[in-house]
């Protein structure tokens, strides 16, 4: 191999590096948004099985009256 070969080869391994670490980001990225939507939700789902719960003691109370 003589030194125009290797600068190709330096110049392809840059360029893929450089395009799997983009890809990299964007991945973390999307992952950090999901697990801001999964934690939004769970709150959501924690607050309405709250009020599920606050509504049935209420109705079971009014049907002992």
Same mark, same amino acid.
């Given at each position: 191999?003589?030194?125009?070969? +290797? =600068? $190709?080869?330096?110049?392809? +391994?840059?360029?893929?590096?450089?395009? &799997?670490?983009?890809?990299n980001?964007? &991945?973390? *990225?999307?992952?950090?948004?999901?697990?801001? #939507?999964?934690?939004? &939700? *769970?709150?959501?789902?924690?607050?309405? #099985?709250? $009020?599920?719960?606050? =509504?049935?003691?209420?109705t079971?109370?009014?049907?002992?009256?």
């Amino acid at each position: 191999m003589n030194e125009e070969d +290797y =600068k $190709a080869i330096i110049a392809t +391994y840059q360029q893929k590096a450089f395009e &799997l670490f983009n890809q990299n980001i964007v &991945l973390e *990225t999307q992952l950090n948004s999901f697990k801001q #939507k999964v934690e939004t &939700l *769970t709150q959501e789902n924690a607050k309405l #099985k709250a $009020a599920k719960a606050r =509504k049935t003691k209420v109705t079971e109370s009014e049907d002992f009256t």
